[in-house]
């Protein structure tokens, strides 16, 4: 029996969550988390999470795992996914996998590089350069050091940046280089991609429900409790929409209409960010949207099937 593996991925609040839950009743599957945002403990609400009534209904993994004081990398993320993916196939269970974050789906796609792990150190000598230098001078200085991001990383990618940077600096080895003896650990499955491909009106809509929810279900609280806990600036859950928004809230800088306002601009920037790397980076999925919701399912389940 060949193994099944179901990547389902879609813009932010395109309904992948839902769909996922019926996905896993009809295929006796089970969910496994592809969202950076969602991995966090402390970030229930403004990371929109599956509910407690909807983990209920089916098995999900990779979910609120780690605090939002750590770093976890795509790495971290696809070792934790593989031994979710094994253990789904040994008990003869369909792993799906689902969320936002196309560096995650891409490592299960492509695999992901073996670079060793950059010392705190190095990490902190390289932000502290980018600072100093702003991104203009900094990229140019890394592309002396490393001329082959040229043309392959963007002069304002702040992140792919200095994770180059200081890739070459420890290892003596261009990103580029690394990413050249990278393989799929998953070319034993048999992998069906599903991209929901939401009209724009559509998702606007979802995403100003969502927002209003998430102020319902007292995401500000959220923010006070996160902001409690003096997380280092450089990590990654500071990058979370919302934080800094309901921040401006509470220092008075602008009304909770306004916070919800920015909020929503953000995440429709993020949706339309997400489309953009589907476009390159997920040319052979599926692309899949139905007003009816059967429907949907429908179509999906022909092409698991």
Request: proline share 2%; net charge positive; with cysteine.
């Amino acid at each position: 029996m060949s193994k099944k593996l179901l990547l389902l991925a879609g813009p932010t609040a395109s309904g992948k969550s839902n769909l996922a839950i019926k996905l896993a009743k009809k295929l006796n599957g089970e969910i496994i988390n592809a969202d950076s945002m969602q991995v966090f403990k402390e970030f229930k609400i403004l990371s929109s999470r599956p509910t407690s009534s909807q983990t209920r209904k089916v098995k999900h993994h990779l979910y609120g795992i780690i605090s939002v004081k750590e770093h976890f990398s795509a790495g971290d993320w696809i070792k934790q996914a593989k031994k979710k993916i094994d253990s789904c196939i040994k008990r003869k269970k369909i792993p799906i996998v689902v969320g936002g974050t196309g560096l995650y789906f891409n490592t299960i796609i492509k695999g992901i590089t073996k670079i060793p792990k950059i010392d705190y150190k190095t990490r902190n000598v390289v932000r502290n350069l980018y600072k100093k230098k702003g991104f203009k001078k900094f990229y140019n200085h890394l592309l002396k050091l490393d001329p082959k991001i040229k043309g392959r990383i963007h002069p304002t990618d702040t992140q792919r940046l200095q994770r180059a940077y200081e890739v070459k600096l420890k290892t003596n080895k261009s990103l580029f280089d690394w990413f050249k003896n990278t393989k799929s650990e998953f070319t034993d499955f048999e992998i069906s991609k599903i991209f929901i491909d939401i009209p724009r009106e559509v998702l606007l809509k979802k995403i100003s429900i969502r927002t209003d929810q998430m102020f319902k279900n007292r995401c500000v609280n959220e923010v006070k409790k996160f902001n409690n806990l003096k997380v280092n600036k450089s990590l990654s859950a500071n990058k979370l929409i919302g934080v800094q928004e309901i921040n401006d809230f509470l220092r008075n800088s602008t009304s909770i209409e306004q916070c919800k306002d920015l909020i929503n601009i953000k995440t429709r920037q993020y949706a339309k960010r997400q489309n953009t790397w589907a476009r390159g980076h997920m040319k052979n999925w599926n692309k899949l949207y139905s007003k009816n919701f059967s429907n949907l399912l429908k179509k999906s389940l022909k092409v698991v099937s």
